[in-house]
């Protein structure tokens, strides 16, 4: 079981947009501007689109958006193509008595 | 270019030890935050352990105790030395730089070495 809650599977045809929900609580999630998401395509290692909740990184698409409400962090992506079709993982800082970054469970974007 | 290659995965036996390596190129290792990330097959991510700039070493409580993470300055290189591997550890390891601002920020990763632990 995950740290962060996000849905299985997504799809959405080429052209549309779609969002991913990462669900956490106010010890990750709600209590830090710390949301990051990352792609993995097959065999890749993962790529980071979105850090500190809607931040992009340089070189990244703005078709990739994030935002975040509550304990509930979301990855919008607008006018779909095949090539976004991946793995999406969103990660948050967690509040510990150590240094703590959780994962959500993934989810998996199929472009039909 | 900033490339992370990591090195020393295989399969080894439960309760037994591997040393994985990452060399780090493009970039200074003691003046960046690194981590390890795993990801067990067909699985999610999950963060293993991190070495800040200054020293500091934290764990996740899945590796607490068992894994050790260290870097040579000389070499640029980060290791994760992994003792009393149980079966649960079978995973991608991947190494990855941590921007210091964001401490979910990791913005270069390597191709990953992959740990299977079985008998």
């Known amino acids: 079981q995950s740290a962060l809650t996000q849905p299985a599977s997504v799809s959405g045809s080429p052209g549309q947009s779609i969002t991913i929900s990462c669900t956490g609580t106010r010890s990750d999630v709600g209590g830090y501007k710390y949301v990051s998401w990352y792609l993995q395509h097959p065999g890749k290692a993962p790529k980071v689109i979105i850090y500190?909740?809607?931040k992009r990184p340089s070189g990244v698409s703005n078709r990739f958006s994030g935002s975040k409400s509550g304990n509930t962090a979301s990855l919008t992506i607008s006018g779909l193509q095949a090539e976004d079709e991946a793995d999406y993982y969103c990660s948050s800082y967690r509040s510990s008595s150590t240094f703590a970054v959780v994962f959500g469970g993934g989810t998996k974007l199929t472009v039909l | 270019e900033v490339q992370l290659v990591e090195s020393g995965g295989g399969l080894i036996q439960p309760g037994g030890s591997l040393r994985l390596s990452c060399a780090a190129s493009?970039?200074?290792?003691?003046?960046?935050?690194m981590s390890w990330v795993r990801q067990a097959p067909g699985k999610g991510l999950e963060w293993v352990s991190i070495i800040y700039s200054g020293g500091s070493t934290y764990y996740a409580d899945s590796v607490k105790g068992r894994f050790t993470i260290s870097r040579d300055n000389s070499k640029s290189t980060l290791y994760l030395q992994m003792n009393t591997l149980r079966a649960e550890d079978t995973a991608v390891y991947y190494c990855?730089?941590?921007?210091?601002?964001?401490?979910?920020?990791?913005?270069?990763w390597g191709q990953g070495t992959l740990v299977t632990v079985s008998s």
């Open positions: 493009g970039f200074t290792v003691s003046s960046n935050y």
């Open positions: 500190d909740v809607d």
């Open positions: 990855a730089r941590m921007d210091y601002t964001s401490p979910t920020y990791f913005d270069y």
